[in-house]
Every structure is written in structure tokens, then in C-alpha cells.
């Protein structure tokens, strides 16, 4: 059944039908072993009052994409479930929790990247050097380059203004002869509920040499 789900859902959403159907069967298998562990209302309840739970805070943020929304539902039911059913082996049945407990870290997982891919934005800015663009709700300056775009690891110099705050940025963007073309490596700015990532795309040629900067 999970396998028939993971696969009807991959054909829905036009997405590689393996790794779907092996997502809803891994889904489905920690909230199938919970089911048959325990007697069907105890397990059952808890589990969809979370999914539920979990669809109406899903939508109260923004998410309306079927797919992200179902799992949501589905990661929320497996992770209550399966911390209920570890619940109930402790304090003397502890060693018994492990395929619960490895159900319950993959289904924290699920939640995880379907958060990035559900809330990311990304955007793209050409930036004149010495110039200042908007970028979301950042201020990004190009000050150049650190050195010669050929210089392994060269950076790019950015200023991030945030408010009052002023960052100081150093994606790398290099030339490399060896594999034939540009290395990039994105600065990140990380906080407690989001990161942003600005990386570099290239530097146009020009008197001023402006950049394409891609912030995601």
C-alpha cells in the first residue's frame, strides 16, 4: 500500500517515481509499525489529531502546495505515533523503542526539508561595483573582488546592511584552469530560523564589472 501511494503520488507531482515511493513507504512503515503494536484508537488518534495539527499551522503560514501539505500531514502523523509508542516503552521496555526512535528521527527529517522547500525564496541582483541594490529585506553592496578572478579562492566582497546592522560577506568565485571553468562557494548568513545564502553567478566585464549575485 505505501509503495502503491508513493508511486501514485510521484506521477501526481511529475517527480522521479522511485524516490517517492521509497519516501511513502518509509512514511507509511513507521506508522504501520506503531498500528500493529498497540490497539488501533490509541495509536490512530494522537497520530491524525497531529497531522491535522500540523496541516492547519502548514496553511496558517502560507504553504499551498498539495504535496508539501501531505506530507506535512503524513511526517507529523508518523512522528506522533512514534513517539507515543516509544513513550510506552519506557522505563523498562527502552531497548525495544530503537525502530521507533529511528522512524521518529526520519520523520523530523521529512519535516525538515519540507520546511526549506516549502519557505525558500530565491533572487537574483545585478550589482554595479561600489553600487547597492535591494535583495529581500537586505541592502547588498559589491565592493570587488579580494584579487584576480584566477586566484584560487578569490572572493567577492559584499556589504549586507539589515536594519542597522552591516555584514560583511565573502562568497568565492575563482576561475579555475584545471577544471575548465568557475568554482563558486556561497557565504551564508545564518540565524535560529532561516539562513541566506548569496552566491555569486559571475562578473560581467565592464568598466564598473558588475555582479550577478544570486541570493536564495
Do not use: C
Request: proline letters at 4%.
Amino acid at each position: 500500500l505505501a509503495i502503491v501511494v508513493g508511486v501514485v503520488t510521484a506521477l501526481i507531482a511529475d517527480t522521479d517515481t522511485t524516490v517517492t515511493a521509497v519516501t511513502g513507504a518509509l512514511t507509511a512503515a513507521g506508522l504501520g509499525a506503531a498500528l500493529l503494536r498497540t490497539s488501533w484508537l490509541k495509536s490512530l488518534a494522537p497520530g491524525l489529531a497531529g497531522g491535522a495539527l500540523t496541516l492547519i499551522i502548514a496553511l496558517m503560514l502560507g504553504v499551498r502546495e498539495p504535496l508539501h501539505l501531505m506530507f506535512f500531514s503524513l511526517a507529523a502523523v508518523a512522528l506522533v505515533t512514534n513517539l507515543q509508542v516509544m513513550l510506552g516503552h519506557f522505563p523498562n521496555g527502552w531497548k525495544l523503542a530503537g525502530g521507533h526512535l529511528t522512524h521518529f528521527g526520519f520523520a523530523v527529517m521529512i519535516i525538515g526539508v519540507l520546511a526549506s522547500s516549502a519557505f525558500s525564496v530565491s533572487e537574483k541582483v545585478v550589482i554595479e561595483k561600489g553600487g547597492a541594490k535591494p535583495a529581500g529585506n537586505l541592502s547588498v553592496t559589491y565592493l570587488g573582488l579580494a584579487a584576480d578572478i584566477e586566484t584560487t579562492n578569490n572572493e567577492v566582497l559584499l556589504s549586507i546592511a539589515s536594519g542597522g546592522d552591516t555584514t560583511q560577506g565573502r562568497p568565492q568565485l575563482y576561475f579555475s584552469q584545471r577544471m575548465g571553468g568557475l568554482m563558486k562557494k556561497p557565504f551564508i548568513s545564518r540565524s535560529v530560523l532561516k539562513d541566506v545564502y548569496f552566491s555569486p553567478e559571475e562578473i560581467k566585464e565592464s568598466r564598473s564589472e558588475p555582479l550577478v549575485l544570486k541570493k536564495g
